[in-house]
């Protein structure tokens, strides 16, 4: 794998055209909405609930989904502890783009790590930053196993699942917490109607 900051005589090339006037354009202000949470904790269902709510609302969004980055940008990668920080600070650097370049990013990975999602976190403004815990208990995810993937890691098949044994470390301080009430977990729309509100109230969805 490259090594970072590997590069020397390089400089930054400012345009003209930068984030204010995009913001403007779209009517929105550009940021990371990062959902971190264990598999099957309904990750991706709230990210493609999410953007479906904000395109309703003519707002332009773009998912990076954890899965989906594997197939492409991230397809050398495996699930070694130093292979996922590759994958989320990969993941964070596109992210950081995505939102410079004035849209809701919407960055849905286990990211189990807690100091890989700090590393996110100070790629952008703080505000512009919001960390999205799916607080699902592991009995859920693991009776939902909709690919069938906690199976094989409880029989040994699969080394190194998150949740099972390789660890997943719960944000300490997240803007939001998707979490069950009274044992009954929200539905995709309440789940994506709790970041809408806080977008709202920020003041993300104008310029
Ligand atoms: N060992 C192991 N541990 C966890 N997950 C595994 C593993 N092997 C394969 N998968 C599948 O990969 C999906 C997680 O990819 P991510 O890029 O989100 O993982 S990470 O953030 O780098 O930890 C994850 O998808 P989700 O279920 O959507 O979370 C799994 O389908
Ligand atoms: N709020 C929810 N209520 C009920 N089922 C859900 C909810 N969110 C997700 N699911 C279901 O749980 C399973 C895992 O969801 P998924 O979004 O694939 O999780 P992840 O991306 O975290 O692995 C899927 O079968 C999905 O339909």
Known sequence: MATLSNS????????????????????????VVWITGLSGSGKSTLACSLSRELHSRGKLSYVLDGDNLRHGLNKDLGFKPEDRTENIRRTGEVAKLFADAGLICVASLISPYRKDREICRAML???????????????????????????????????????????????????????????VCPTPPMMAGQIVSYLEEKGFLQY
């Open 8 to 31: 020397t005589n390089i400089f930054w090339q400012e345009c003209q055209i930068g984030k204010p006037e995009r913001q403007k354009l779209l009517n929105q202000k550009g940021c």
């Open 125 to 183: 403004p703080d505000e512009n930053f919001i960390e999205v815990f799916m607080n699902m208990p592991l009995e859920l995810c693991e009776a939902r196993d909709p690919k069938g993937l906690y199976k094989l890691a409880r029989a040994g098949k699969i080394k190194g699942f998150t949740g099972i044994d390789d660890p997943y470390e719960p944000p300490l301080n997240c803007e939001i917490e998707i979490k069950q009430e009274g044992g």
